[in-house]
């Protein structure tokens, strides 16, 4: 088979990785891919957002099956073009993608279902929003409707705090359209756990956890990130008791949901989950895989990626099986200095030919300058390492870590620490 993935990300590094290791697999290629990518898949140069493009590359191609990595691809409806053009694509289509792309949606799908999440308003006109405001306690969590790559949500400790965030995302409309509408709710306390499965519209077929570390700092300060590091199994917080409750109250509801609604869902479907004294609560869905909880969810997959995606895609899920490698595994971001805010780009990465084969490195933000890898982003590379024991695989990620080196990396130093509690 010939596969497409689109999306450039360590995400997507890792989709290729593995899906390369498939014995269905005879070609792969990655739109538009990195430099890390580039050394597995064939790079094609056609943003995410080129959607006619891509289709028409696919079609030249004959590409078997598409797989689509980033939310705003989905959110813009690439699944729906691909299956209009008689394409096979992997991916939720737009109507049920609003899961992720619109957060009054979803909050309205959870109320409806009965799915556990924080309680809510939400919001048209910044004047009711505001006043709404003065009757809460704080803290309380602002958060724009549409897609905000993450920084749309703001936690506001004052009725000013939350004023300032209504005015700038509903007024000043500083994440565009994605202000249209604000859900404000209520903040809750506890840790976050990062739950992926594959939905074929009436089944579901559940991942092992995974923790992700958000903040740029350790100890989770700083500014939030897109990820600054993963590991899983994450078996101090998700007990099989939590796990089970987490099957009834999300995941069996949510089926039952598509179900009520009429909603075709087809994809991966990845809740982030606050793990609060009164049990689980779904903080937002994403219609795709995490990143990067998939370098380390790939990593100790085994078996065959392909054939649990067309299972997905043909409504098979309850006929497949997935297993996993006890082993943990971590993954850790070396992003460049100053991001998530502003950073230079084009330094040279060097160590990456000295490392052990006990270590993979996802590319994220990295391109190939006269066949030397370069940086190209904020996140630049996903170093993830298995181990016998969690600590065991810490060690050896970090080890490798301090062998790569470019100007100014900027790193996370306690990633999987919060595995190791007790
Ligand atoms: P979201 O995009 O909705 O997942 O929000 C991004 C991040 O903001 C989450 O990963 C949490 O760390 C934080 N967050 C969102 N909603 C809440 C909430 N209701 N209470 C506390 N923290 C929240
Ligand atoms: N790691 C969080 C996300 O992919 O949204």
Redesign the pocket.
Known sequence: MKILVVGGGGREHALVWKLKQSPHVTAIFCAPGNAGISQLATSVPIKVSEQKALVEFAKAQNIDLTVVGPDDALAAGIVDFFQANGLRVFGPNQAAAQLESS?VFAKDFMKRHGIPT?RSQSFEESAEALRYCQGLSYPV?V?ADGLAL?K??I?AETVEEAALAIHEIMELRKFGDAGRRVVI?????GE?CSIHALVDGKNYLLFPGAQDH?RAFDGDQGP?TGGMGTFSPPSKLLTPELENAIREQVLDRFIAGLRADGMDYRGMLFP?I?VTSDGPKV??FNCRFGDPETQVLLTRLKGDLLELLEATIDGRLHEVSAEWRPEPAVCVVMASGGYPGSYPTGLPIAGLDVLSDAITVFHAGTRLEDEHFVTAGGRVLGVTALGADLSQARGCAYEAVAAIKFENAHFRRDIGAKGLKV
């Open positions: 957060k924080a969590v958060k993450g749309g949500v936690i709710e209520e903040f809750l306390l976050e958000k939030n982030g606050m903080l937002e």
